[in-house]
C-alpha cells in the first residue's frame, strides 16, 4: 500500500496500522526525513514526493511498484491548509491548496489506477473533511474536499469494473499538526481549543489519527467490497 503525507497525523497512523496488520508499506511524504521516520520502524518504504508534480507522483508509484511488488491499496492523505476569508485569500492560498489536494490526489489516482487495472483489484481512499459541508476561511479547502467526494464517486464509477474500490473519509477536528497549526494562527492555546472542540461533538472528545487509519482500513478490507463512491463522516456525531 502507498500513503502520501505518511509522515505525519492520519497518513503516519495509517501507515503504522496496516503494517501492523502485515501489509508492505511505502510512506511517501514532501521530505524524505518525516517519511523515514514511520517508514523505518514498521520496514517499509520512504519516499519524497510533492503530489502536485506529475513527474514526481509517476515516480512515487513507479517505485512502490517496483519495491513492493505490487499497488493494491492508494490513501491520499497529502495536504495543506491556507485559511483566509474571502476578502483576504489571494491566489496562492487558492492554488496551494487546490493543487495539494484535488490535483494531488487526480494524479496520484491516475498513475495508481494504471496498475491496479492491470491487476483487476484496488482500493483507493481519499481525505476529505467535514469542511466539505462549508466552513468560515476556507473557501479553498472545502471546494477542494467536496471536489474530493465527486472525484471519488466517478473514479467509483470507472474503475469498478475493474474490481477498483474507490471512497473517503471525511474527519472532523483530529489532533494533528494540521489543527495545531490552525489553533497557533488563532493564537489560542491548543489544550483550549481542543477542549471547546470537544465541547461541540457529540462524544465530547476530538479525533485522533487512529480514528481514522481504522475507518480507512475497514474500506480497504475485503469486509466493505460492495462499499464504492461513498464518503463517511468521521466527527464523533452526525
Ligand atoms: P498533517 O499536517 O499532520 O499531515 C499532512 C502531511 O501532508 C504532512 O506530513 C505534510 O508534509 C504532507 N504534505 C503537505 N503537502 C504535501 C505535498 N504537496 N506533497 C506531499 N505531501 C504533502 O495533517 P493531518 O491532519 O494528518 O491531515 C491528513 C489529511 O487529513 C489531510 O488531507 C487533511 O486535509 C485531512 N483532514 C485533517 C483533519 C484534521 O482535523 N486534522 C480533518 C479533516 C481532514
Excluded at 524524505?32 to 515516480?59: K, M, T, W
Excluded at 470537544?198 to 466493505?224: H, K, T, Y
Aim: glycine share 12%; net charge negative.
Amino acid at each position: 500500500m502507498l500513503v502520501t503525507g505518511g509522515g505525519r497525523g492520519i497518513g503516519a497512523a495509517t501507515a503504522q496500522l496496516f503494517a501492523g496488520e502485515g501489509a508492505k508499506v511505502a510512506v511517501s511524504d514532501l521530505d524524505e526525513g518525516p517519511a523515514q521516520e514511520v517508514a523505518g520502524p514498521i520496514g517499509g518504504l520512504a519516499i519524497a514526493c510533492n503530489v502536485s508534480d506529475r513527474g514526481q507522483v509517476e515516480s512515487m508509484v513507479a517505485r512502490t511498484v517496483k519495491e513492493l511488488g505490487r499497488l493494491d491499496v492508494l490513501v491520499t492523505c497529502a495536504g495543506i491548509i491556507r485559511d483566509n476569508l474571502i476578502y483576504k485569500m489571494t491566489d496562492d492560498d487558492w492554488d496551494s491548496v487546490i493543487d495539494t489536494h484535488l490535483k494531488g490526489t487526480f494524479l496520484c489516482a491516475q498513475a495508481a489506477q494504471k496498475h491496479m487495472v492491470e491487476n483487476k483489484y484496488g482500493k483507493m481512499v481519499f481525505l476529505s473533511s467535514t469542511s466539505a459541508l462549508g466552513n468560515r476561511g476556507q473557501t479553498n479547502y472545502a471546494a477542494a474536499k467536496a471536489g474530493l467526494q465527486g472525484m471519488a464517486r466517478t473514479l467509483a464509477i470507472e474503475l469498478g469494473p475493474f474490481n477498483i474500490n474507490v471512497n473517503t473519509v471525511a474527519p472532523g477536528f483530529v489532533e494533528t499538526r494540521m489543527t495545531k497549526a490552525t489553533a497557533e494562527r488563532m493564537g489560542v492555546d491548543y489544550e483550549a481549543f481542543k477542549l471547546g472542540a470537544a465541547s461541540q461533538i457529540p462524544l465530547r472528545r476530538v479525533g485522533q489519527p487512529e480514528d481514522i487509519a481504522n475507518v480507512i482500513a475497514f474500506l480497504c478490507s475485503d469486509e466493505s467490497g460492495f462499499v464504492s463512491g461513498q464518503n463517511i463522516y468521521i466527527r464523533g456525531g452526525p
